[in-house]
């Protein structure tokens, strides 16, 4: 298991920062969560120089909205697949089409592809991410393959790796593990976003909310789970100073690895 840290976690720094920080606090790589800061062609230049003198980037997630230097979101993914092997990341995480942002060109799109291993060469796994409800045990989430089966069902149909975020499943379920279980496979699940949740907060500090941390960790472990696992948490759930955050995000990794190794 490769144990990861999200930019979008310390997005409010600048990318040299975030690298070493994660670096200090012990993480084997990063997820580049690309955003209006880091776009453009000198952006990827510096995360490759980065990735090289100081910690390996895993995996890309595409930009979550519209921007202009990477434009609608097929366009924006076929960038990211091309970021990441410039890079050398075995994931490319994105968001599945919202129909409430009107993205049927989009989703039209994913349908006609016939095998997505197709649009990387086979070098970067596609992982299309679980998205949370609105509200807790709702049925509405506002995306297109809404019901968490049915998309799992697509992904292994279209060649799709799945992310699994923790706290999206858990605005659906209170019951992490068995649900959880029931979307997992082997070959298929190439990202976990790791963080907390306790109605109505999303991505808390692990710890801070009612999710079962000790007995998730604990399942990976058993499952032999070997792919990349993020922590993705809002960035008010770290301390301001930068000692500090070293210090509480060392602390987490150090217990994750002393759970699951």
């Known amino acids: 298991m490769k144990i990861c840290l999200s930019t979008g976690s310390l997005f409010k720094l600048q990318l040299p920062k975030i690298f070493y920080i994660a670096k200090e ?7 580049i ?3 209006p800061r880091i ?12 990735s090289w003198e100081v910690l390996p980037v895993k995996g ?23 970021w990441a092997r410039i890079l050398g ?34 070098l970067v796994d596609l992982s299309i991410e679980i998205m949370p409800v609105e509200k ?9 393959w809404n019901n968490p089966w049915s998309l799992k069902a697509f992904a292994k149909k279209k060649g ?23 979307l997992y496979e082997k070959e ?6 790791l963080s907390d949740f306790k109605h109505p907060n999303q991505h808390l500090f692990p710890g801070k909310g009612n999710l079962p941390m000790m007995r998730f960790l604990n399942l990976l472990k058993h499952l032999n789970y070997h792919e990349l696992l993020t922590i993705e948490i809002t960035p008010k759930e770290l301390p301001e100073t930068e000692e500090e955050m070293i210090e509480k995000l060392k602390i987490l990794v150090n217990f994750i690895k002393e759970v699951t190794r």
Do not use: Q
């Not at 606090?25 to 997820?31: I, K, P, R, S």
């Not at 595409?62 to 091309?82: D, H, M, Q």
């Open 136 to 144: 807790p045990k709702s049925k509405f989430s506002g995306y297109f």
């Open 89 to 122: 990341a075995s994931v490319v995480t994105f968001h599945p089409p919202s129909w409430l942002n009107f993205e049927f060109l989009f989703w039209l799109w994913m349908f006609r592809v016939k095998n997505f291993k197709e649009e990387t060469g086979g």
């Open 25 to 31: 606090a012990g993480f084997e790589g990063l997820e």
């Open 39 to 50: 776009s453009k062609p000198y952006d990827l230049e510096e995360v490759l120089r980065l």
């Open 33 to 35: 969560l690309i955003c």
């Open 188 to 193: 298929l699940v190439k990202n976990i976003h």
């Open 60 to 82: 890309l997630h595409v930009p979550f909205f519209r921007f202009s230097e990477w434009r609608g979101k097929i366009s924006s993914l076929k960038k990211a697949i091309t």
């Open 160 to 182: 799709l790796a799945l992310t699994l975020d923790i706290t999206h499943m858990a605005t659906r379920n209170s019951d992490l593990i068995p649900f959880f279980l029931s």
